[in-house]
C-alpha cells in the first residue's frame, strides 16, 4: 500500500500556493513522458482512466457516495464498475477492466511474487460534512520508504499534477487508488498460512476458507480459546496516504512433548487506525492446539516492499534453526525462543525506518482474563478473556 515511486518533470512551470497550516500543495501540468512505467500496475494511467470516468457526472455521483459510505479499508475496483456497467463502452473503463485483469493474471495460483489487486477508497477532510465533487484529487502512495516521501503526486479531474504534504492530510477529498491492501493482505495471509503447513509448523485448522471452530478431539465436547475484546495501537506506522493499517497477527505456541512450535498468522482487518478503541471479539488463541497453557500474539503491519513468500520463509528458517537445540528445554524457555526467533527473521529495515513490527504480547495464559494489558513494545493495549465454544 505504500510504494510506487513517480519523478514528475513539467514541461510548463505553473505554481500555484494554496496556503494552509497542514498542508503544502502546488499544481503543474501533468508530463506522462517523465514517468517510468512500473513492473505492476501503472498506476498513474489508472488515475487519468479513473479521472476520465469520473468528469462524467452520473458516475461520479455514484462513486464519491459508494465511497463515502463505505465503512471497510477499500472497494475492490472491479465491483464499483461492475456497479457501473453503463460505461463500459467508454475507452477509460475498457482501459481499467484490463489493468484489472492483469493483476488476476498475476495473483492467480500466487504464480507472482508480488501482485496486485485494485482497490479504492476515499479521504474526507475530517471539517468538511459534504464532498464537492469539482475538488475530488486523485492519488496513490508513492514507492520506498515513506519516511523519504517528500511530496504526494495527485491530480485534479483536469488532470494537473498537486503536491501533497506526506505528513499532513489535505483539506480536500482525495480518491487513492490502492493496489496492495485490505484484499492482497487476505490472499497473502493465505498462502503463507498454506506454507507454515506445509512446512510442519500449523495444523490444518485454516486449510480452508471458513474458519472450522469444532475441535478434533471431542473430551471437553468443545472448544477452549482466548478471544480479543478490546485493541488499540499508539501509532499503525500508516501516513495517511497509505489509508487503513493492514495489520496481522502471529501466534505462535508448543504443540507437543518435543517443544515443536505451533504457528498461525492472523488478519485483523477491522484495525485501521492508531489512537481508536477497536471491540473485535476475534478469537486468536485455539488452545486444543498447543500441548501447554500458554502462547505468545505478535502483531505487525503489512509491508509492500517485502515479499510476501520471502517472509514466510525466513520465518519457517528462523523457527527451524532453534528446534533440535531446544528439545530438552523447559517448554517455556522454547514458548520465547520461538517468539524470539519470529522476530529475528523479520528483515532488519522493520525495526528501524519502516517500523512494520508493530508490538507483542507474550505468554498469554489460558483461563486468564488480561485486562487494557500493554504489549512488550508500548505501542498496542489489549484486553483478552477466555472463550469455551461448545459443540453444536
Not at 197 to 202: K, V
Not at 307 to 330: C, E, H, M
Request: net charge negative; aromatic share 10%; with cysteine.
Amino acid at each position: 500500500m505504500k510504494k510506487t515511486i513517480f519523478t514528475i518533470t513539467a514541461l510548463i512551470l505553473i505554481m500555484l500556493h494554496i496556503s494552509c497550516e497542514s498542508e503544502k500543495t502546488t499544481f503543474e501540468p501533468a508530463n506522462d513522458t517523465e514517468v517510468p512505467k512500473l513492473s505492476g500496475i501503472d498506476k498513474k494511467k489508472m488515475a487519468f482512466d479513473l479521472i476520465d470516468l469520473l468528469n462524467s457526472p452520473s458516475f461520479s455521483t455514484t462513486i464519491v457516495q459508494e465511497l463515502s459510505n463505505n465503512n471497510t479499508p477499500g472497494i475492490k475496483l472491479a465491483t464499483l464498475l461492475q456497479q457501473q456497467n453503463s460505461f463500459s463502452h467508454h475507452t477509460a473503463y475498457k482501459s481499467l477492466i484490463k489493468s484489472i485483469e492483469t493483476s488476476k493474471k498475476q495473483s492467480k495460483n500466487y504464480t507472482a511474487d508480488s501482485f496486485e489487486i485494485p482497490e479504492l477508497w476515499m479521504h474526507r477532510p475530517a471539517n468538511k460534512k459534504s464532498i464537492n465533487t469539482e475538488d475530488i484529487l486523485i492519488s496513490f502512495a508513492p514507492e520506498g520508504d515513506e519516511s523519504e516521501w517528500k511530496t504526494i503526486t495527485a491530480y485534479t479531474l483536469d488532470k494537473k499534477a498537486v503536491e501533497l504534504d506526506p505528513e499532513n492530510a489535505p483539506d480536500l477529498p482525495v480518491i487513492v487508488i490502492e493496489t496492495k491492501g485490505y484484499e492482497v493482505l487476505k490472499a497473502e495471509v493465505d498462502y503463507m498460512n498454506t506454507q507454515l503447513q506445509l512446512s510442519g509448523l500449523q495444523n490444518d485448522r485454516f486449510a480452508t476458507q471458513k474458519m472450522d471452530l469444532r475441535p478434533t478431539a471431542k473430551i471437553n465436547a468443545g472448544l477452549e480459546t482466548t478471544k480479543l475484546d478490546k485493541i488499540r495501537l499508539n501509532n499503525d506506522e500508516e501516513p495517511w496516504i497509505s489509508g487503513a493499517a493492514e495489520i496481522y497477527a502471529i501466534t505462535s505456541g508448543i504443540k507437543n512433548a518435543g517443544n515443536d512450535p505451533e504457528i498461525k498468522i492472523i488478519p485483523m482487518y477491522y484495525l485501521d487506525h492508531e489512537g481508536k478503541d477497536y471491540y473485535p471479539n476475534q478469537v486468536l488463541l485455539f488452545w486444543e492446539d498447543y500441548k501447554y497453557q500458554a502462547a505468545n500474539i505478535q502483531l505487525f503491519e503489512k509491508d509492500d516492499n517485502h515479499n510476501y513468500k520471502n517472509l514466510v520463509s525466513v520465518i519457517v528458517d528462523g523457527v527451524f534453526k532453534i528446534i533440535g537445540a531446544v528439545s530438552a528445554q523447559p517448554w517455556v524457555s522454547v514458548l520465547g525462543q520461538v517468539a524470539g526467533a519470529i522476530i529475528q527473521a523479520m528483515p532488519d529495515e522493520w525495526y528501524t525506518n519502516s517500523d512494520d513490527y508493530v508490538d507483542s504480547f507474550y505468554t498469554i495464559e489460558k483461563n486468564k482474563h488480561y485486562t487494557d494489558h500493554i504489549g512488550a513494545a508500548g505501542n498496542a493495549k489489549a484486553t483478552f478473556s477466555p472463550l469455551f465454544i461448545p459443540e453444536n
